[in-house]
């Protein structure tokens, strides 16, 4: 076998159905025998967040940031059709009638095939969010790590 | 044909039949034939191309009662 193929996404945004279809890319990718890497930024860095509140030392900026985030994938909201947090229970009941994954679950299975989550460590400072706040054995890192893996990439992605 | 094992990812949604696939393809030797059961309609150009990348062979796909059924052989 040739030396393996890259995947790297930026995953921007913070809507629920657009971290899983980026999820969903990710974990096929690696079942491409692609070495995968998920660049959280922005938005995004709330699929990382855990779902318990952590208590953090910060300032009120920060705090109120926050309040106002999704805490954790399951508690992201939908990019169309959100209906104030009904759109997702509605998708969510399809989902369990097609049997598709949900996002927590695409994470898990994101993490059990070696995908590599990062968390870019310059947006994680503007909107306040603390490394014992995101999911455990995520990697951390800017702008230059992620180049240094999308150079060498077959497939890159910014959603 | 000599089946070394059976993948059954009926009823199950993308992108978990190909992640299952690749699962079990890892534990097998070359030369080896996974058989593979899934009601997924992408799964036909999914495991086609799946296959094709990772240097694999497509033996045999039959459809019955709306079960799809694979036969790869590992490259």
């Known amino acids: ?6 995947t790297t996404i930026v995953l921007f945004s913070g809507d629920y159905d657009k971290a899983m279809a980026a999820y969903i890319i990710a974990n096929g990718a690696a079942a491409y025998d692609h070495e995968v890497t998920i660049f959280h930024t922005f938005w995004g860095l709330n699929a990382l967040r855990k779902d318990e509140n952590i208590p953090v030392k910060k300032g009120f900026m920060e705090k109120m940031f926050g309040k106002m985030m999704p805490r954790g994938a399951d508690k992201m909201g939908l990019s169309k059709m959100n209906f104030a947090g009904f759109g997702p ?14 996002l927590p679950q695409l994470i898990e299975m994101a993490q059990e ?3 590599k989550l990062v968390a870019c460590t310059m947006t994680m400072d ?17 702008v230059a790590a992620y180049l240094a893996d999308a150079e060498e990439g077959n497939v890159n992605l910014f959603i | 044909m000599n089946i070394t094992k059976v993948v059954d990812a009926k009823g ?3 992108p978990m039949p190909i992640v299952k696939t690749k699962k079990a393809m890892n534990e097998l030797e070359s030369g080896q034939v996974l058989e593979i059961y899934t009601t997924d309609n992408g799964a036909m150009n999914d495991l086609t191309a799946w296959a094709k ?4 062979e497509l033996l045999k796909h039959e459809k019955a009662n709306d079960i799809l059924k694979f036969w790869i052989k590992k490259g």
């Open chain 1, 1 to 6: 076998m040739t030396e393996k193929k890259k």
């Open chain 1, 89 to 102: 229970k509605m998708i969510k009941d399809v989902m369990k009638k097609h049997n598709a994954m949900t």
């Open chain 1, 113 to 115: 095939q070696d995908i």
């Open chain 1, 126 to 142: 503007l909107l306040g969010l603390q490394q014992e706040e995101l999911v455990e054995s995520i990697e951390y890192a800017g």
């Open chain 2, 12 to 14: 199950l949604a993308c």
């Open chain 2, 53 to 56: 990348s990772g240097g694999h």
